[in-house]
């Protein structure tokens, strides 16, 4: 599950836009990935060597000629993963030690991305590691898969309980506090 929640919209152009949302969502029809945002990731206290750049989506750099940093966090399964698996090994070539309490992303076959959260590690040589995680696997994963710490999301839809909220009612003058609830798909 997910939510999001707006203060108060009173602006016409913000209004209109929570209904445009609104009606992109469908009813829940639709399915799209959810972005996480987490700060509390296993990042490297040093970018490494070598990590790739990467420009802005029209090819610019920055003013000064830099561009963003690019995988600063690079993990794969070392293993195969199946289906309702709550445990994996991962090997993490580029990136901070894990300790638990990280959340990443996984990105199966079915094209969907599925969000867990790291509760045990077991260090087995300082790049493979042993993890406990929940939920569990929504699908089978192949070793090698990539395991995606930078780019946290999940795959869902509008939850089946939050239609009145997204349907907002204005008070007045003209105001609304709308929210969103988000439930993960089931294919």
Not at 34 to 63: E, K, M, R, T
Not at 122 to 142: C, H, K, M, Q, V
Not at 156 to 171: H, N
Request: proline residues 6%; contains cysteine; glycine residues 10%.
């Amino acid at each position: 599950m997910a939510e999001f929640s707006v203060g108060k919209l009173w602006r016409p152009n913000d209004i209109k836009a929570w209904r445009a949302l609104s009606g992109r969502l469908r009813n829940g029809a639709v399915a799209f990935m959810v972005p996480c945002l987490d700060w509390f990731q296993p990042w490297p206290s040093v970018l490494p060597n070598g990590a790739p750049s990467v420009p802005h989506s029209d090819g610019a750099s920055f003013l000064d000629g830099s561009l963003y940093a690019g995988g600063a966090i690079t993990a794969s399964l070392s293993a195969d993963a199946a289906l309702r698996d709550t445990t994996a090994t991962i090997a993490v070539t580029v990136g901070a030690a894990l300790t638990g309490g990280e959340y990443f992303s996984l990105t199966g076959a079915s094209g969907n991305k599925r969000l867990h959260l790291i509760h045990t590690v077991e260090t087995e040589d300082g790049t493979n590691y042993s993890i406990g995680f929940t939920p569990p696997l929504r699908e089978d994963y192949a070793e090698g898969a990539a395991v995606d710490f930078q780019s946290l999301g999940c795959t869902m839809k509008l939850g089946t309980d939050a239609l009145d909220d997204v349907w907002m009612t204005m008070e007045a003058p003209f105001k609304a506090s709308p929210s969103i609830r988000f439930a993960e798909t089931d294919c």
